[in-house]
């Protein structure tokens, strides 16, 4: 079983930053993948970005690509959300996820966290 929290959300300008962050707990396999979801009001959730258990392979979504990054410390069994150029669009619910196995899937994700919001004004 492994737990997530999110935190860091919140309310900012169009073309302004955030960063959120995801500490994992419990116990994890050795090959897994942690990442960001997110998911505007009356819509699906989508994949964001995705890194790797040693941080050496990254996904994005292209609606990201250029704006966000993907971080982690291993240490502190966090990964990080940078959001920069944030736009309205961005505005949703984002979710922490973990996945286990060697495979990266944008489906199958096996552990979520409670969301948190990042509301874009313009």
């Known amino acids: 079983q492994v737990q997530l929290v999110e935190s860091g959300g919140g309310l900012v300008q169009a073309g302004g930053s955030l960063r959120l962050s995801c500490a994992a707990s419990?116990?994890?396999?050795?090959?897994?993948?942690m990442g960001w979801f997110r998911q505007a009001l009356g819509q699906e959730r989508d994949f964001v970005t995705a890194i790797s258990w040693s941080g050496g392979s990254t996904r994005y979504a292209d609606s990201v690509k250029g704006r966000f990054t993907i971080s982690r410390d291993n240490a502190k069994n966090t990964i990080y959300l940078q959001m920069n150029s944030l736009k309205p669009e961005d505005t949703a619910v984002y979710y922490c996820a973990f996945k286990n196995g060697p495979i990266f899937r944008t489906t199958g994700w096996d552990y979520w966290g409670q969301g948190t919001q990042v509301t874009v004004s313009s």
């Open positions: 419990g116990r994890t396999s050795s090959f897994y993948f």
